[in-house]
């Protein structure tokens, strides 16, 4: 049983396994006992004794609860400082896109939560945008997290939280009430609660290569939300490289360019340490080439840089270092583009007393990765140059996600619908790198967690209007600056 307690008493041996390191301990395995399912099941309702589950509810703000303004400004530290405004102004849109650049914020407040110290990777900055339909290494579409800057080992209650806050959050700003927010909280708390329980009996390969295909995804949506999930779905399957193609790029003298629009996607001519584009570049993909397995290495070879921009993506990661590849193979209707995004220490580094045993941010990023998902991007890789730390994946690969707008009452059902297929794939991922018999054992079989969940989700709702109110503040009070509308 894996078991992380924080600041202190970590057993963190299959983190290590997982990361690479203690491979002797893989001799120890064939004679150890495991404990049974029904073992694990009851060790984790043990636990409900300890941490009960209406503790989960809680939501106090404390005293000496660091300013969030303060932290987003700290993180502000190594961004390129022209790009910082267009954050701010990003974050500003709405309490919803606070939440979804301030997992800082969520990462200190949630470190003061009760916690039963079962571990998982935790994604680290969980909400309802960070899930959508990607393509496998199969061709085939699955539903999954699909963002994973900030994964790191620590206690599965922090992604279910934040999750529903997430959902809570997205209601008031489509217009819902109380009641509408706390149920899209406490369904994300539902159905990650009853995507639990049959994982526990799983075996393990059968837990590594489950995932939740296009079938399995459309069977559990009502019909009206399956018409909108087969829209996505068939938007998904028509976005691939040949379409960013045609969306990102243009013909000059006789070669595909990237579009620049400055100042999200530029043509850069050196790094923002003075070094020049093309030999940073030359010492990242050398890195990143030695990442990848033999095979996806050949494939790669047959590909040559065409071109390269620099693109502004999301909110929380704007201000870090990102990167278009445009690369070609046997002629011009044989595209591949590569984003190349920085990786800095994960938001939940401070609060978990764990040292990864790896080098570099983007390896954390990639094998946390892989772990979680199942069948990842088969390019998904790691890379280092001019002293940052990469991450490499496909730009495009048949991906696509839910979309919900301000004031949009009459989608809330349908949302709410949609938080739900976001806590059953939650608990898939945590599946995968944690312990789901005992976490199972400990969630059980009544609604005594969702209601929590719910309740958490409200509180943290109000929480996260009041942060994006300071932001407001600081903004009028010329604290920060924030970029004009059009760069948002």
Same mark, same amino acid.
């Given at each position: 049983?894996?078991?992380?307690?924080?600041?202190?008493?970590?057993? /963190?041996?299959?983190?290590?396994?997982?990361?690479?390191?203690?491979?002797?301990?893989?001799?120890?395995?064939?004679?150890?006992?495991?404990?049974?399912?029904?073992?694990?099941?009851?060790?984790?309702?043990?636990?409900?004794?300890?941490?009960?589950?209406?503790?989960?509810?809680?939501?106090?703000?404390?005293?000496?609860?660091?300013?969030?303004?303060?932290?987003?400004?700290?993180?502000?530290?190594?961004?390129?400082?022209?790009?910082?405004?267009?954050?701010?102004?990003?974050?500003?849109?709405?309490?919803?896109?606070?939440?979804?650049?301030?997992?800082?914020?969520?990462?200190?407040?949630?470190?003061?939560?009760?916690?039963?110290?079962?571990?998982?990777?935790?994604?680290?900055?969980?909400?309802?945008?960070?899930?959508?339909?990607?393509?496998?290494?199969?061709?085939?579409?699955?539903?999954?997290?699909?963002?994973?800057?900030?994964?790191? /080992?620590? /206690?599965?209650?922090?992604?279910?939280?934040?999750?529903?806050?997430?959902?809570?959050?997205?209601?008031?700003?489509?217009?819902?009430?109380?009641?509408?927010?706390?149920?899209?909280?406490?369904?994300?708390? =539902?159905?990650?609660?009853?995507?639990?329980? /049959?994982?526990?009996?799983?075996?393990?390969?059968?837990?590594?290569?489950?995932?939740?295909?296009?079938?399995?995804?459309?069977?559990?949506?009502?019909?009206?939300?399956?018409?909108?999930?087969?829209?996505?779905?068939?938007?998904?399957?028509?976005?691939?490289?040949?379409?960013?193609? *045609?969306?990102?790029?243009?013909?000059?003298?006789?070669?595909?360019?990237?579009?620049? *629009?400055?100042?999200?996607?530029?043509?850069?001519?050196?790094?923002?340490?003075?070094?020049?584009?093309?030999?940073?570049?030359?010492?990242?993909?050398?890195?990143?080439?030695?990442?990848?397995?033999?095979?996806?290495?050949?494939?790669?070879?047959?590909?040559?840089?065409?071109?390269?921009?620099?693109?502004?993506?999301?909110?929380?990661?704007?201000?870090?270092?990102?990167?278009?590849?445009?690369?070609?193979?046997? *002629?011009?209707?044989?595209?591949?583009?590569?984003?190349?995004?920085?990786?800095?220490?994960?938001?939940?580094?401070?609060?978990?007393?764990?040292?990864?045993?790896?080098?570099?941010?983007?390896?954390?990023?990639?094998? =946390?990765?892989?772990?979680?998902?199942?069948?990842?991007?088969?390019?998904?890789?790691?890379?280092?140059?001019?002293?940052?730390?990469?991450?490499?994946?496909?730009?495009?690969?048949?991906? =696509?996600?839910?979309?919900?707008?301000?004031?949009?009452?009459?989608?809330?059902?349908?949302?709410?619908?949609?938080?739900?297929?976001?806590?059953?794939?939650?608990?898939?991922?945590?599946?995968?790198?944690?312990?789901?018999?005992?976490?199972?054992?400990?969630? =059980?079989?009544?609604?005594?967690?969702?209601?929590?969940?719910?309740?958490?989700?409200?509180?943290?709702?109000?929480?996260?209007?009041?942060?994006?109110?300071?932001?407001?503040?600081?903004?009028?009070?010329?604290?920060?600056?924030?970029?004009?509308?059009?760069?948002?």
């Amino acid at each position: 049983m894996t078991v992380v307690e924080l600041k202190g008493n970590i057993d /963190p041996s299959y983190y290590r396994l997982l990361y690479g390191q203690e491979r002797n301990r893989l001799a120890d395995m064939f004679e150890s006992r495991r404990p049974t399912v029904e073992e694990r099941l009851a060790a984790g309702k043990a636990l409900r004794e300890k941490v009960p589950r209406t503790s989960h509810a809680a939501y106090d703000k404390v005293a000496d609860r660091p300013d969030p303004v303060d932290i987003l400004e700290e993180q502000n530290v190594g961004r390129i400082e022209k790009l910082v405004p267009v954050r701010y102004a990003r974050m500003l849109v709405s309490p919803f896109a606070f939440l979804r650049g301030s997992a800082a914020v969520m990462a200190s407040d949630l470190s003061r939560t009760p916690l039963t110290g079962m571990a998982v990777g935790v994604c680290g900055d969980m909400h309802v945008s960070n899930f959508g339909v990607y393509a496998s290494a199969e061709r085939n579409l699955v539903f999954a997290i699909n963002d994973f800057d900030e994964i790191h /080992p620590g /206690p599965w209650e922090w992604d279910v939280k934040r999750l529903a806050a997430s959902a809570a959050v997205a209601v008031r700003f489509m217009g819902g009430d109380k009641a509408a927010a706390a149920e899209a909280g406490g369904g994300c708390g =539902g159905c990650f609660r009853r995507g639990k329980r /049959p994982h526990s009996w799983m075996g393990y390969l059968e837990i590594w290569y489950d995932t939740i295909d296009e079938r399995e995804m459309l069977e559990a949506l009502s019909p009206r939300v399956r018409r909108n999930a087969e829209r996505t779905i068939a938007k998904a399957r028509a976005k691939g490289h040949i379409r960013s193609l *045609d969306k990102l790029t243009e013909q000059v003298n006789g070669e595909p360019r990237i579009v620049e *629009d400055v100042p999200l996607i530029v043509r850069e001519t050196h790094s923002e340490k003075g070094t020049p584009v093309r030999d940073a570049l030359n010492e990242m993909l050398a890195a990143y080439v030695s990442s990848l397995a033999l095979d996806r290495q050949r494939l790669l070879a047959r590909y040559r840089l065409v071109d390269a921009a620099r693109k502004v993506v999301g909110v929380g990661s704007v201000g870090t270092a990102c990167w278009v590849l445009l690369l070609q193979g046997v *002629d011009d209707d044989d595209p591949l583009f590569l984003q190349v995004k920085e990786a800095r220490a994960s938001v939940l580094a401070p609060y978990v007393d764990l040292r990864l045993p790896v080098n570099n941010e983007g390896q954390r990023v990639v094998v =946390g990765q892989r772990a979680s998902q199942g069948s990842p991007d088969i390019f998904l890789g790691w890379s280092e140059a001019d002293g940052k730390h990469f991450y490499v994946r496909q730009l495009a690969d048949m991906k =696509g996600s839910a979309s919900f707008a301000e004031g949009d009452q009459e989608g809330i059902g349908k949302f709410i619908e949609y938080c739900g297929l976001c806590g059953w794939a939650l608990a898939l991922a945590h599946a995968k790198t944690g312990d789901p018999a005992m976490i199972a054992g400990y969630c =059980g079989s009544s609604a005594a967690l969702d209601d929590a969940i719910a309740k958490f989700a409200l509180a943290y709702a109000k929480q996260t209007e009041q942060d994006h109110d300071a932001l407001a503040k600081a903004r009028r009070a010329g604290r920060i600056k924030v970029a004009a509308g059009s760069l948002v």
